[in-house]
Each structure stands twice: as structure tokens, then as C-alpha cells.
């Protein structure tokens, strides 16, 4: 019984190229949760997606990021234009529905040079 | 503007002993509270959660206490263990029971001393 499974683990990108994390939720779950957790800060939402929809962005950027849950395959969180400040970790969550709580994976950590 | 606050970053303990953990919230419409425990390199994990309608839920050696007018809640580990040492999580949904948006605090430090 997989969890929540995100990679890769490690990501280095250069300023200005692009970046894509990869989510698979967990079996039976069609709630997908972004999470971005900068150092010593607590994790901010990002994203909020359910299949081929996006339900609640309020915590994207308004530029440079976009995420997709298509029908089939893992959601991606994609940051075009990469600039030091992305640097952090990424942790996608899924949930079976929007009353269950939310599994987490392990996270990307993004390193941007 | 944080409306989940865990105002202390670390807390030491020694093992036996209980480990409380403190959580403050402004955001009155919160209604549903989890407690995430998240270890280097990994996730945070689920470790128990409580709803406004009750002021305490337990589940083995975790109890979670609610305080609604004091807008509060705690974290209780009895007895505490080494492999308890973790960062842990309070957070809050934002559309009440559940749904999506977690807000989170900032995290507290637990080391438990052998």
C-alpha cells in the first residue's frame, strides 16, 4: 500500500531553467495538496487540485508557477524561470476526499544555482 | 499574517516524562485541528486531529486538548520515547471540517533524552 510518492527526491536547476516535481497520490485518492516549506518556516499551502481540476490556487504564485492533476498520471508542480528564491522544499499531500486527512510524501528539495 | 502560532521552537524532555506542546490560533471560523509529526528528510505525518465539538481526543500515548475561548490547544505525549524526537505541526483547515487549504504553524522542536 504505496504512499504518497513525489519525485524526484533532489532537484538542482540553474537560474531560469525549469523545474518539474512529480506527485502520484496515494491508491483511491483524487485529492491533491501542494505545500512549499522554506528554512526554519512551516509548510504554506500552494495548490489545491482533484482530477483535471484546480479547486483552490490562492497560494501560487501569480507568475513563473503552474500545477496539473491530469486524468491519467501524477500531478506535476511546474516553476518556469527558476530564481534563488524557489529554493525549498516541496511536499505534495493527498487525501481520499476533502474530510479525510491529508498524507503527505517526503518531498522534493529544490536547489536552484 | 500567522493564524496558527507555535510561539515555542524547541522543547527538550527526558524520556518517562509527558511532553506538551502548545498551539495558539486567531482565526475564530477554525473549527478542525491536526497535529503532524515530521521527521529530517521526511513528510510530515498524520498523528491525530480534533473537531470543535469536543475538548480532548485520544489515541494511545497522544491526547490532544481544545480550548476554544482561549483559542488553544495542546499537544500531550505520555510516556515520552527517543523515537518521539521530531519536529511537530499543529494546523488548521481553512474551510472547517477538513477541506483542502492547511494552515500550518511554525513547528516545534521535540527532543526526548534517553
Known amino acids: 500500500n504505496a504512499g504518497v510518492m513525489q519525485n524526484p527526491r533532489h532537484l538542482v536547476r540553474r537560474r531560469g531553467q525549469e523545474a518539474r516535481l512529480r506527485c502520484s497520490p496515494m491508491k483511491g485518492h483524487s485529492h491533491v495538496y501542494w505545500y512549499r516549506q522554506l528554512p526554519e518556516e512551516g509548510l504554506k499551502f500552494m495548490v489545491y487540485?482533484?482530477?483535471?481540476?484546480?479547486?483552490?490556487e490562492s497560494g501560487m504564485p501569480k507568475e513563473r508557477f503552474s500545477a496539473e492533476f491530469p486524468k491519467e498520471g501524477p500531478s506535476i508542480l511546474r516553476i518556469q524561470q527558476v530564481v534563488r528564491g524557489d529554493s525549498a522544499a516541496y511536499f505534495c499531500a493527498s487525501s481520499r476526499d476533502s474530510n479525510q486527512p491529508q498524507h503527505f510524501g517526503d518531498g522534493t528539495r529544490l536547489s536552484i544555482l | 499574517d500567522q493564524q496558527v502560532k507555535q510561539n515555542s521552537p524547541s522543547l527538550s524532555v527526558q524520556e518517562g516524562r509527558i511532553s506538551i506542546l502548545n498551539c495558539d490560533y486567531t482565526?475564530?471560523?477554525?473549527?478542525?485541528f491536526l497535529w503532524y509529526k515530521k521527521y529530517p528528510a521526511e513528510g510530515p505525518t498524520f498523528l491525530i486531529s480534533i473537531s470543535s465539538i469536543k475538548d480532548k481526543n485520544e489515541d494511545g500515548r497522544f491526547t490532544v486538548f481544545l480550548n476554544k475561548s482561549a483559542k488553544h490547544l495542546s499537544l500531550h505525549i505520555v510516556p515520552s520515547q527517543p523515537g518521539d524526537s521530531a519536529v511537530y505541526f499543529c494546523a488548521a483547515p481553512a474551510g472547517g471540517t477538513s477541506y483542502g487549504k492547511l494552515t500550518f504553524g511554525q513547528g516545534t522542536i521535540l527532543t526526548v533524552h534517553p
Open positions: 487540485l482533484q482530477k483535471e481540476n484546480i479547486i483552490d
Open positions: 482565526n475564530s471560523m477554525f473549527d478542525y
